[in-house]
C-alpha cells in the first residue's frame, strides 16, 4: 500500500452528491487511488450503499432503509438533495460499486453499518454473506479494507474470508482503554480512530502496537499536515480534490 493515503470519504463527497456514482467516478478525474463508502441493506436484503439508517437526508424518501424494498428505494433520487444537475443518481447496488472498482482500479475501505430494524441479526447477517460473495468478485489486484464500528460484523466476516483486511472505527466517545482488546477480537489490522480529540500519545500508542492508522473525517489542510506528521497512515476527506498530491508528504 502507498505510504500516505487519502481516502475519499463517502466519494468526494464536497463535490457530488455523496455515495453516489457521480461522487466515486470523480476519483480517477482527481488522481485519487482509494474510496470510503458505506454499505446497507434493504427490507427485502438488497445490499446498497447508504450512509446513514434514514433515506431522509441524503435521498427525496422518508423513513428507515432497512424498512424500504429495494424497488421503492430505486424510484428515488439520490442526488437531487445536493444539487439539481445530480437529480438522476440513484442509491448504487453493492453489485454497481465492485463494477467501479474493477473498472477504474480504485481501492476501497467499504464500511459495514449496523442494521437500524426490528430483525437487525437476521439483516446484518444477510448483509455479511452477500458481502463476503461480492469480495471474491473484486480484482485481488484491488486493496480492500473492511472497516465497522461494530467489531460483531467484522468479527463474522472476518470467519467467512479470514484472508480479508480489517479495520475498526473508534469514535472519540468509544475509544477507550479497551481500544486494543476490541482491535485483537475481530483481528484488525488498521484503527480507524475520529480526527476530533486526536493526540499524537493516542497514534503513538496505535503505530507502536503496529496498527496502521486511518483518521476521519480530515477536512483541512492543516490538520493533515499535522497528523501525517505524527505517523497516521492515512485520512478520510470530503476534499480529496485538494489533497491529490500528498504522495510527496
Ligand atoms: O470510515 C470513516 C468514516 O466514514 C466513519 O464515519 O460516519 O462517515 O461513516 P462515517
Ligand atoms: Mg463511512
Given at each position: 500500500m502507498d505510504s500516505k493515503i487519502i481516502l475519499a470519504h463517502r466519494g468526494i463527497s464536497s463535490l457530488a452528491p455523496e455515495n453516489t456514482l457521480a461522487a466515486f467516478n470523480l476519483l480517477p478525474k482527481y488522481n485519487i487511488k482509494w474510496l470510503e463508502t458505506d454499505l446497507g441493506i434493504t427490507s427485502d436484503k438488497h445490499v446498497i450503499i447508504m450512509h446513514d439508517d434514514y433515506l431522509d437526508r441524503t435521498t427525496n424518501g422518508h423513513g428507515l432503509l432497512a424498512s424500504t424494498s429495494y424497488r421503492n428505494l430505486h424510484?428515488?433520487?439520490?442526488g437531487a438533495w445536493f444539487s439539481s444537475k445530480y437529480a438522476d443518481e440513484r442509491v448504487p447496488t453493492l453489485e454497481e460499486l465492485v463494477s467501479f472498482v474493477n473498472r477504474t482500479k480504485i481501492n476501497v475501505n467499504i464500511e459495514l453499518k449496523a442494521v437500524v430494524s426490528n430483525n437487525a441479526n437476521e439483516m446484518a447477517d444477510s448483509l455479511v454473506h452477500q458481502f463476503a460473495q461480492a469480495l471474491d468478485m473484486i480484482d485481488p489486484a484491488i486493496d480492500i479494507i473492511v472497516s465497522s464500528a461494530n467489531p460483531i460484523m467484522l468479527l463474522k466476516l472476518q470467519q467467512l474470508r479470514p484472508h480479508t483486511e480489517f479495520a475498526v472505527l473508534f469514535d472519540k466517545t468509544n475509544l477507550k482503554d479497551d481500544w486494543q482488546l476490541i482491535m485483537q477480537s475481530c483481528h484488525a489490522q488498521f484503527i480507524h480512530p475520529e480526527s476530533?480529540?486526536?493526540?499524537r500519545e493516542k497514534i503513538e500508542q496505535f503505530k507502536s502496537s503496529h496498527y496502521r492508522v486511518n483518521v476521519w473525517t480530515v477536512n483541512t489542510l492543516c490538520r493533515c499536515n499535522q497528523l501525517f506528521n505524527w505517523g497516521v497512515d492515512g485520512v478520510f476527506t470530503d476534499f480529496a480534490q485538494r489533497l491529490s498530491y500528498t504522495d510527496d508528504y
Amino acid at each position: 500500500m502507498d505510504s500516505k493515503i487519502i481516502l475519499a470519504h463517502r466519494g468526494i463527497s464536497s463535490l457530488a452528491p455523496e455515495n453516489t456514482l457521480a461522487a466515486f467516478n470523480l476519483l480517477p478525474k482527481y488522481n485519487i487511488k482509494w474510496l470510503e463508502t458505506d454499505l446497507g441493506i434493504t427490507s427485502d436484503k438488497h445490499v446498497i450503499i447508504m450512509h446513514d439508517d434514514y433515506l431522509d437526508r441524503t435521498t427525496n424518501g422518508h423513513g428507515l432503509l432497512a424498512s424500504t424494498s429495494y424497488r421503492n428505494l430505486h424510484k428515488l433520487s439520490a442526488g437531487a438533495w445536493f444539487s439539481s444537475k445530480y437529480a438522476d443518481e440513484r442509491v448504487p447496488t453493492l453489485e454497481e460499486l465492485v463494477s467501479f472498482v474493477n473498472r477504474t482500479k480504485i481501492n476501497v475501505n467499504i464500511e459495514l453499518k449496523a442494521v437500524v430494524s426490528n430483525n437487525a441479526n437476521e439483516m446484518a447477517d444477510s448483509l455479511v454473506h452477500q458481502f463476503a460473495q461480492a469480495l471474491d468478485m473484486i480484482d485481488p489486484a484491488i486493496d480492500i479494507i473492511v472497516s465497522s464500528a461494530n467489531p460483531i460484523m467484522l468479527l463474522k466476516l472476518q470467519q467467512l474470508r479470514p484472508h480479508t483486511e480489517f479495520a475498526v472505527l473508534f469514535d472519540k466517545t468509544n475509544l477507550k482503554d479497551d481500544w486494543q482488546l476490541i482491535m485483537q477480537s475481530c483481528h484488525a489490522q488498521f484503527i480507524h480512530p475520529e480526527s476530533e480529540g486526536l493526540t499524537r500519545e493516542k497514534i503513538e500508542q496505535f503505530k507502536s502496537s503496529h496498527y496502521r492508522v486511518n483518521v476521519w473525517t480530515v477536512n483541512t489542510l492543516c490538520r493533515c499536515n499535522q497528523l501525517f506528521n505524527w505517523g497516521v497512515d492515512g485520512v478520510f476527506t470530503d476534499f480529496a480534490q485538494r489533497l491529490s498530491y500528498t504522495d510527496d508528504y
